[in-house]
Protein backbone atom coordinates (compact mmCIF):
# COMPACT_ATOMS: atom_id res chain seq x y z
CA UNK A 1 0.00 0.00 0.00
CA UNK A 2 1.11 3.42 -0.20
CA UNK A 3 2.87 5.53 2.61
CA UNK A 4 4.32 8.70 3.84
CA UNK A 5 5.71 8.34 7.01
CA UNK A 6 6.85 10.97 8.75
CA UNK A 7 8.18 10.82 12.26
CA UNK A 8 5.30 11.22 14.83
CA UNK A 9 7.61 12.22 17.50
CA UNK A 10 8.57 16.31 18.32
CA UNK A 11 11.63 17.23 17.14
CA UNK A 12 13.20 19.52 20.07
CA UNK A 13 15.77 20.98 18.77
CA UNK A 14 18.47 23.96 20.54
CA UNK A 15 18.15 27.55 18.74
CA UNK A 16 21.04 28.10 16.51
CA UNK A 17 21.08 24.61 15.74
CA UNK A 18 19.77 22.77 12.54
CA UNK A 19 16.82 20.66 12.28
CA UNK A 20 16.62 17.73 10.44
CA UNK A 21 13.55 16.19 9.03
CA UNK A 22 12.89 13.15 7.10
CA UNK A 23 9.43 12.34 5.10
CA UNK A 24 10.12 8.69 3.19
CA UNK A 25 7.28 7.23 0.95
CA UNK A 26 6.72 4.09 -0.31
CA UNK A 27 4.51 2.70 -3.50
CA UNK A 28 4.88 6.10 -5.21
CA UNK A 29 6.80 7.55 -8.20
CA UNK A 30 6.20 11.62 -7.46
CA UNK A 31 7.78 13.52 -10.46
CA UNK A 32 8.23 16.36 -7.04
CA UNK A 33 7.34 16.60 -3.76
CA UNK A 34 6.90 19.94 -1.69
CA UNK A 35 7.39 20.94 1.60
CA UNK A 36 4.68 23.07 3.69
CA UNK A 37 4.65 24.66 7.31
CA UNK A 38 1.62 24.39 9.59
CA UNK A 39 1.21 26.52 12.97
CA UNK A 40 -1.53 25.45 15.12
CA UNK A 41 -5.10 26.77 14.05
CA UNK A 42 -4.04 27.94 11.02
CA UNK A 43 -3.79 26.24 7.11
CA UNK A 44 -0.58 25.30 5.56
CA UNK A 45 2.15 27.36 4.18
CA UNK A 46 3.93 26.16 1.03
CA UNK A 47 7.93 26.67 1.72
CA UNK A 48 9.49 25.01 -1.07
CA UNK A 49 9.12 22.33 -4.15
CA UNK A 50 11.87 20.10 -5.33
CA UNK A 51 11.52 18.15 -9.05
CA UNK A 52 12.57 14.65 -9.02
CA UNK A 53 15.53 15.72 -11.34
CA UNK A 54 16.96 18.00 -8.64
CA UNK A 55 18.85 16.73 -5.93
CA UNK A 56 18.83 19.64 -3.37
CA UNK A 57 16.74 22.92 -3.44
CA UNK A 58 17.45 25.79 -0.80
CA UNK A 59 15.31 28.87 0.24
CA UNK A 60 17.10 31.25 2.65
CA UNK A 61 17.95 29.01 6.12
CA UNK A 62 15.55 26.14 4.19
CA UNK A 63 17.17 23.25 2.41
CA UNK A 64 15.21 20.33 1.05
CA UNK A 65 16.84 17.21 -0.89
CA UNK A 66 14.98 14.40 -3.01
CA UNK A 67 16.75 11.10 -3.10
CA UNK A 68 14.26 9.11 -5.72
CA UNK A 69 16.23 6.20 -5.12
CA UNK A 70 15.89 6.18 -1.42
CA UNK A 71 12.37 7.24 -1.83
CA UNK A 72 13.08 10.06 0.96
CA UNK A 73 13.30 13.89 1.41
CA UNK A 74 14.96 15.91 3.63
CA UNK A 75 14.01 19.28 5.35
CA UNK A 76 16.92 21.14 7.01
CA UNK A 77 16.14 24.58 9.17
CA UNK A 78 19.55 26.07 9.58
CA UNK A 79 20.50 28.41 12.46
CA UNK A 80 17.29 27.83 13.75
CA UNK A 81 15.18 30.03 15.76
CA UNK A 82 12.03 30.11 18.38
CA UNK A 83 9.80 31.61 15.45
CA UNK A 84 10.48 28.39 13.71
CA UNK A 85 8.38 25.93 15.67
CA UNK A 86 5.49 24.64 13.74
CA UNK A 87 4.49 21.44 12.09
CA UNK A 88 6.02 20.61 8.42
CA UNK A 89 4.25 18.60 6.29
CA UNK A 90 5.76 16.76 3.20
CA UNK A 91 3.42 16.61 0.37
CA UNK A 92 3.93 14.35 -2.83
CA UNK A 93 2.89 15.04 -6.21
CA UNK A 94 0.07 12.07 -7.10
CA UNK A 95 0.17 13.17 -10.42
CA UNK A 96 -1.60 14.85 -12.99
CA UNK A 97 -4.43 18.05 -12.03
CA UNK A 98 -1.70 19.09 -8.95
CA UNK A 99 -3.05 16.48 -7.03
CA UNK A 100 -0.86 16.11 -3.56
CA UNK A 101 -0.87 13.10 -0.52
CA UNK A 102 0.54 14.46 2.65
CA UNK A 103 1.90 12.99 4.79
CA UNK A 104 0.86 13.70 8.82
CA UNK A 105 3.47 16.01 9.34
CA UNK A 106 6.56 16.53 12.05
CA UNK A 107 6.44 19.17 14.39
CA UNK A 108 9.63 20.73 15.54
CA UNK A 109 9.83 22.85 18.70
CA UNK A 110 12.89 25.10 18.96
CA UNK A 111 14.19 25.91 22.65
CA UNK A 112 15.51 29.35 23.16
CA UNK B 1 -5.12 40.94 2.19
CA UNK B 2 -6.34 37.40 2.86
CA UNK B 3 -5.97 35.41 -0.39
CA UNK B 4 -7.89 32.09 0.46
CA UNK B 5 -10.55 33.27 2.83
CA UNK B 6 -13.49 30.59 4.52
CA UNK B 7 -16.44 30.97 6.38
CA UNK B 8 -17.81 30.20 8.68
CA UNK B 9 -14.31 29.16 10.67
CA UNK B 10 -16.26 27.39 13.07
CA UNK B 11 -19.48 25.30 12.74
CA UNK B 12 -20.99 23.32 15.65
CA UNK B 13 -24.22 21.42 14.29
CA UNK B 14 -26.14 18.24 15.24
CA UNK B 15 -26.10 15.21 13.35
CA UNK B 16 -28.34 15.31 10.58
CA UNK B 17 -28.40 18.86 9.84
CA UNK B 18 -27.22 20.52 5.84
CA UNK B 19 -24.59 22.75 6.40
CA UNK B 20 -22.17 24.87 3.92
CA UNK B 21 -18.70 25.91 3.64
CA UNK B 22 -17.33 28.90 1.70
CA UNK B 23 -13.99 29.66 0.07
CA UNK B 24 -12.97 32.51 -2.14
CA UNK B 25 -10.04 33.65 -3.10
CA UNK B 26 -8.52 36.71 -4.85
CA UNK B 27 -5.30 35.25 -6.32
CA UNK B 28 -6.25 34.92 -9.75
CA UNK B 29 -6.02 31.24 -9.48
CA UNK B 30 -8.03 28.86 -11.93
CA UNK B 31 -7.62 25.97 -9.54
CA UNK B 32 -9.35 25.47 -6.16
CA UNK B 33 -9.37 22.25 -3.99
CA UNK B 34 -10.75 21.35 -0.74
CA UNK B 35 -9.22 19.04 1.84
CA UNK B 36 -10.18 17.68 5.02
CA UNK B 37 -8.24 17.16 8.16
CA UNK B 38 -9.41 14.58 10.70
CA UNK B 39 -8.13 14.28 14.48
CA UNK B 40 -5.01 12.12 13.24
CA UNK B 41 -3.71 14.97 11.02
CA UNK B 42 -3.90 13.76 7.90
CA UNK B 43 -4.86 16.25 4.83
CA UNK B 44 -6.86 14.60 2.46
CA UNK B 45 -7.77 15.96 -0.94
CA UNK B 46 -11.58 15.83 -1.69
CA UNK B 47 -12.40 17.84 -4.90
CA UNK B 48 -10.61 20.28 -7.02
CA UNK B 49 -12.23 22.96 -9.40
CA UNK B 50 -10.35 24.17 -12.44
CA UNK B 51 -12.22 27.22 -13.33
CA UNK B 52 -15.17 26.00 -12.35
CA UNK B 53 -14.93 22.42 -14.38
CA UNK B 54 -14.71 19.77 -11.48
CA UNK B 55 -11.38 17.68 -12.20
CA UNK B 56 -10.65 15.48 -8.77
CA UNK B 57 -13.16 13.55 -7.29
CA UNK B 58 -11.77 11.75 -4.66
CA UNK B 59 -13.38 8.90 -2.82
CA UNK B 60 -16.04 10.68 -0.95
CA UNK B 61 -19.41 9.81 0.30
CA UNK B 62 -21.70 11.66 -2.30
CA UNK B 63 -23.53 13.31 0.72
CA UNK B 64 -20.63 16.27 0.15
CA UNK B 65 -21.41 18.24 -3.06
CA UNK B 66 -18.64 20.99 -4.04
CA UNK B 67 -20.19 23.79 -6.21
CA UNK B 68 -18.33 26.45 -8.14
CA UNK B 69 -19.62 29.16 -9.74
CA UNK B 70 -17.31 30.84 -10.61
CA UNK B 71 -13.25 30.39 -10.30
CA UNK B 72 -12.92 32.76 -7.38
CA UNK B 73 -15.30 30.60 -5.73
CA UNK B 74 -15.53 26.71 -4.31
CA UNK B 75 -18.38 26.15 -1.91
CA UNK B 76 -19.02 23.02 -0.21
CA UNK B 77 -22.18 21.75 0.84
CA UNK B 78 -22.95 18.72 3.22
CA UNK B 79 -26.05 16.91 3.52
CA UNK B 80 -27.34 14.58 6.33
CA UNK B 81 -23.90 14.79 8.64
CA UNK B 82 -22.79 12.08 10.41
CA UNK B 83 -20.22 11.81 13.73
CA UNK B 84 -17.54 11.03 11.47
CA UNK B 85 -18.00 14.11 9.42
CA UNK B 86 -15.72 16.29 12.30
CA UNK B 87 -12.85 17.34 10.90
CA UNK B 88 -11.45 20.84 9.62
CA UNK B 89 -11.58 21.33 6.15
CA UNK B 90 -9.30 23.47 4.43
CA UNK B 91 -10.13 25.53 0.93
CA UNK B 92 -6.76 26.24 -1.27
CA UNK B 93 -5.96 26.76 -4.45
CA UNK B 94 -3.66 27.22 -6.73
CA UNK B 95 -2.10 28.31 -10.56
CA UNK B 96 -3.36 25.97 -13.09
CA UNK B 97 -1.12 22.48 -13.97
CA UNK B 98 1.19 20.33 -12.57
CA UNK B 99 4.18 21.59 -9.69
CA UNK B 100 2.73 24.12 -8.32
CA UNK B 101 2.51 25.69 -4.75
CA UNK B 102 -1.01 25.35 -3.24
CA UNK B 103 -2.34 28.36 -1.13
CA UNK B 104 -4.48 27.07 1.69
CA UNK B 105 -7.16 28.94 3.90
CA UNK B 106 -7.40 28.98 7.78
CA UNK B 107 -9.95 26.24 7.75
CA UNK B 108 -13.45 25.65 9.15
CA UNK B 109 -13.61 23.53 12.33
CA UNK B 110 -16.91 21.19 11.89
CA UNK B 111 -17.85 19.29 14.94
CA UNK B 112 -20.85 17.30 15.29
CA UNK B 113 -22.49 16.81 17.97
Known amino acids: SQKIEQNSEALNIQEGKTATLTCNYT??????LQWYRQDPGRGPVFLLL?????KEKRKERLKVTFDTTLKQSLFHITASQPADSATYLC???????????FGKGNQVVVIP | DTAVSQTPKYLVTQMGNDKSIKCEQN?????MYWYKQDSKKFLKIMFS???????INETVPNRFSPKSPDKAHLNLHINSLELGDSAVYFC????????????FGDGTRLSIL
Open chain 2, 92 to 103: ASSPRGGNQPQH
Open chain 1, 27 to 32: NYSPAY
Open chain 1, 50 to 54: IRENE
Open chain 1, 91 to 101: ALDLGGNNRLA
Open chain 2, 27 to 31: LGHDT
Open chain 2, 49 to 55: YNNKELI
